[in-house]
């Protein structure tokens, strides 16, 4: 069973940067993609970046620019950088994870963590 544990997150300012950290079970290597989501008050959780076993990334537009989206393999972590933060960040931030595929495919997340854009 694969598990994830994030790190991160808090409250910042306006501006600021912040870097979401998650850590998984097993070796990144045996999960096809490792990804982040976010889901604000109210609403319904969106994508917000992955990467997968080969290292390809992929973000959702919106977000493109602000987001990066890395990990180390050696720690079996996954990372989430934001920049220029906005108050319309603020959201639970969560990460995921998929491994195997057809009937022996599993999709894992993490326990979420919130960060708090705000003056």
């Known amino acids: 069973q694969v598990q994830l544990e994030q790190s991160g997150g808090g409250l910042v300012q306006p501006g600021g940067s912040l870097r979401l950290s998650c850590a998984a079970s097993?070796?990144?290597?045996?999960?096809?993609?490792m990804g982040w989501y976010r889901q604000a008050a109210g609403k319904q959780r969106e994508f917000v970046a992955a990467?997968?076993?080969?290292?390809?990334?992929n973000y959702a537009p919106s977000l493109k620019g602000r987001f990066t989206i890395s990990r180390d393999t050696a720690k079996n972590t996954m990372y989430l950088q934001i920049n220029g933060l906005k108050p319309e960040d603020t959201s639970v931030y969560y990460c995921?994870?998929?491994?195997?595929?057809?009937?022996?495919?599993?999709?894992?997340w993490g326990q979420g963590t919130l960060v708090t854009v705000s003056s």
């Open positions: 990467i997968t076993k080969g290292g390809d990334t």
């Open positions: 995921n994870a998929a491994r195997g595929t057809g009937q022996n495919y599993l999709e894992v």
């Open positions: 097993t070796s990144i290597f045996s999960l096809n993609a």
